[in-house]
């Protein structure tokens, strides 16, 4: 504990009259450092009442400290125990403790009251009166007890009457077994140790009934002789009203003292053995000190307090009355503290009190004592007045220092205090150690102390980090022993403190520093687990801390430890359980602590597995088609049955195979099964929880019902013919199970519809089928088909209606008739045929068709596949797509029903037009000049059409990648070359080809070719570059470009605009532009080795271009999408080419090699 001291400082009334008084205080707990001089104060004594066993030394503890150490001397029984004229008696050195060795004398002689007196030249402090007793445990006194013999029903009381032992021994009831008796509401055991019964039975005979006492001090155990209790049954007492067997009589009293155990106790006799409740004051009890024992016939009150004072009703109750008694409780109290008088020092001309207030039952007396004398006879001190409960002690001086005692007392004991009074005159000291760290967590106290010392008391004033004054309020508070309190402490608040002592005499400064920690939190809590048996549980656990804090995570199983099996796997943030038992099952708490905190958080495990199978199956209420099943559910294992199923065996017609009959609700054990008849049963139940289902029960006996006509006829009755004069009349049987009975046949009957005739039958045994023959074609038939056995026919069958058999169609479409809507779509009608004609259920039309040849060819074409075309139902018309332009189709029709197609239709040709032709079949480039070059195709592999001539456009990209004006050739249709001049030399020229028709122009087809380059300027480059002259030129151009780099770059860092810069600023021209603005890539044209489009191009890889693009339009060609010709056929636009770039190539561009860019990089 800190050393604290009390501040209040208070202005005192004189005596009688008002008299200005020197401060005063009142310190709390005060600890006086033990290198000052101060009078003796009691550290450790032995309890007021001692009771010793008398096979052990006896130790009276008496120690105490004071500066100078004080010495020690005992009194015994009032008078001078002196210690050093008994040789069995020892001091402790150093000490005022008593050893006593009662080895071989007789302890007794060492009885009685003991007090402890500790004395130096400051004042004399003294301890309780303790009282040594002897621990006794004397024998039972020797006494012969007689049989008891009671008829049944009546009320025994066996008495124990133990001996009077210090202190009193623990009774017990056991028979010559060393069993205890079973005690229960009828049966039980008084407070004083009687066994009581409420009404005997005949199993209470026995002659050994046996009282024990166990006596605590000594261990040892005592009994009484046995007792023997004969019960007969010749005359039996019948049933009474309850009567009190004790306490006796309606009222009784009971006192005790504040802050022991009450414990009342009410016993009935009666027959049924009566019920016990208590109340208090008409009130019922609900106290978390209460607590009813003996099967309710004890109440248990702890910690007494006055409240408990009243009248407690405990009333005995059974079927035939009720009978009260009340108990009154009076509440007494030893004196007990309200405030103990505490150390004082003060400094020379100070003022200070003693108080000793005390309370009880009766009000204690108060008595004064100076250094162990009472104060009446101390010698007279001018300073010093009594009144009561206080001594003012006035204008103190040196040399005035003392021990003061306070005695209050009453009849139930008493209570003394030491308190000294010390005057020094002493300068601050502070007692808490320097530069100590405290360390909280964020949002908790802070309690910072500066415990100090120093007469007069010092005053203590806090700052933070050295130059912040903290005054007392929110968010400090600095009590009054000078600890530092911050209510919620903050990340903020961490530091250094200094706190300062201060009095008359002097100044102590002392520093502790704060840290505030972050607080320990489970972020992700375990979660409540259902786990099947055998499987693996994971508890997650993640937990956030201060990173400056150690954590330790604890796995706890029940609030205990885990068990050790290597089942348990404990990982940094979850704990895994595998193969689980159902031992696993319980709460799994995460625990994580640190040095200032922890965190916990728990999950429960709850073990399931499927459910044991249902036992005791039993059939009751049994007729010819219902039984009453009945089943004792096995256990869930801790997943709720959901549902029962029940199922059965039929040994006559399928032995060995289960079948499910019905389902019952998780809840229920009863099932009132529907029977077929003829059906020898057996049953069993299985159980379904959320784990799935348990092993089927054990069968039920076997249940045979009668045979019965059939209650149901076949299902899935059809009639189709196979043939085309017969009707084919099939059902499902029915089972062994659906029969009923023996002797299953069918009855099968049929008629034609709307004929009204008679009904035709035959009755058939074991098949699913009957053939009627000779029957026309392809009309209704009403048939039914019938259960019957040996006990009666199945219900009257509903008619349905069959088809007979199907043949060949007899007719074919007329009047086809072809449209032509374009040259790839054409559409044909015709006039259905009759429906007699069909001869069976119409399917559709099935319209053939073939292309003989092209319009332009004479000859029809071999290799040309016929086509197919369905179409359902009974139409009349359908589109025939997908047709070549410009060619000779022929068709035909058929009707279609389900044996197979009738004649076709007459055949009927038809033509498509033209359409635009396909593609050339290929564009070359051959002999490439200075200016010239030669282009070369083939016609298309289509023309779908007669072939009109070619269309030829072609225009120049230079090496901006910029598209130049377009040209266009029309050439004729038996052109196949063709020579172009007057072109650029060494530049790449992009061609675009397509044929046409009258019905307009095909796809492009494209190609990219160079004209040769000027060798003459190479051969120049060659011989330049080998002159002198010219090396020395190239040289001081390099030194000059190097020059006028760092001119740029010391000028770019003053942040002005150099000529090139200002130049690039006043021509923003995308041409000019090495950089593209949209992606920061240089403008380039790319040429891949294998020739692709350009870029953008929208040509595909076959040389087919989509049929909405303008024929002689190069949109999309390029970026952007803006590209379009002019009215007079140039493009505008940029010719253009975007290449992918890595972030390592930065901006250096990367051409397409060609000789002009060659000659471009040169000059």
Known sequence: MHPTTDRNRKWLPGFGAMLLVLLSRVTSALEVPLDLPQPPTITLQSPKDYIFDPRENIVIHCEAKGKPSPSFSWTRNGTHFDVEKDSKVLIKPGSGTLVIDISGEKAEAYEGTYQCTAHNEHGTAVSNNIVIRQSRSPLWSKERNEAITVQMGVSVVLQCRPPAGLPPPVIFWMDNNFQRLQLDKRVSQALNGDLYFSNVLQEDTRSD?????????????????????????????????????????????????????????????????????????????????????????????????????????????????????IIKVTVKAAPFWVSAPRNLVLAPNETGILTCRVSGEPKPKISWFVNGVPIENAPEDHTRKVEDDTVILSNVQSGSSAVYQCNASNEFGYLMANAFVSVLAEAPRVLTPPNRVYQVITNNPALLHCSSFGSPIPTITWFKDSQTSIKNGDPYVIHENGTLEIHVAQPLDSGKYTCIATNNLGIKENHVFLEVKVSTRILKQPEYKVVQRGMSAVFECKVKHDPSLIPTMTWLKDNGELPDDERFEVDTDSLTVKHVTDEDEGTYTCIMNTTLDRDSASAMLTVVEKPDAPTDLELTDQTDRSVQLTWIPGDDHNSPTQKFLIQYEDLLHQPGLWINLTEVAGTGTTAQLKLSPFVYYSFRVLAQNLVGYSDPSQPSRQYRTNPAAPDENPSDVQGVGTESDNLVISWTPLTGFQSNGPGLEYKVLWRQKDMDGEWSSKNVANVSRFVVTGIPTFVPFEIKVQAINDYGSGPEPEALIGYSGEDMPLSAPESVQVMVHNSTLAEVHWEPVSHPSVRGKLQGYKVFYQRERGLHETEKTTDEEEQVLTFSGNRTEGRLPGLQPYSLYILFIRVVNSRGEGPQSPSKTFETPEGVPGPPSFLKVLNPSLDSLTLEWGPPMNNNGRLAGFTLKYQPVNTTNELGPVKIVTLLANETTITLSSLNSSMLYKFYLSAKTIKGSGPFITEEAFTVMDTAVPSRQVDIATQGWFIGLMCAIALLILVLLIVCFIKRNKGGKYPVKEKEDAHQDPEIQPMKEDDGTFGEYSDTEDHKPLKGSRTPSNGTVRRDESDDSLVDYGEGGDGQFNEDGSFIGQYSGKKEKDTHEGNESSEAPSPVNAMNSFV
Not at 213 to 241: C, D, M, W, Y
Not at 275 to 298: C, H, I, P, V
């Open 209 to 325: 009934y046996i009282c024990y006492a166990r006596f605590p001090h000594t261990q040892t155990i005592q009994q009484k002789q046995p007792i023997s209790v004969t019960v007969l049954n010749n005359s039996p007492q019948g049933e009474r009203r309850p009567g009190f067997m004790m306490p006796p009589g309606p009222t009784s009293t009971k006192m005790v003292l504040r802050g022991e155990t009450l414990e009342l106790e009410c016993i009935a006799e009666g027959l049924p053995t009566p019920e016990m409740s208590w109340q208090k004051d008409g009130a019922e009890l609900s106290d978390s000190r209460t607590s009813f024992q003996n099967f309710k016939k004890t109440l248990k009150i702890s910690d007494v307090n006055e409240a408990d004072g009243g009248d407690y009703r405990c009333t005995a109750a059974n079927n035939l009355g009720t009978v009260h008694h």
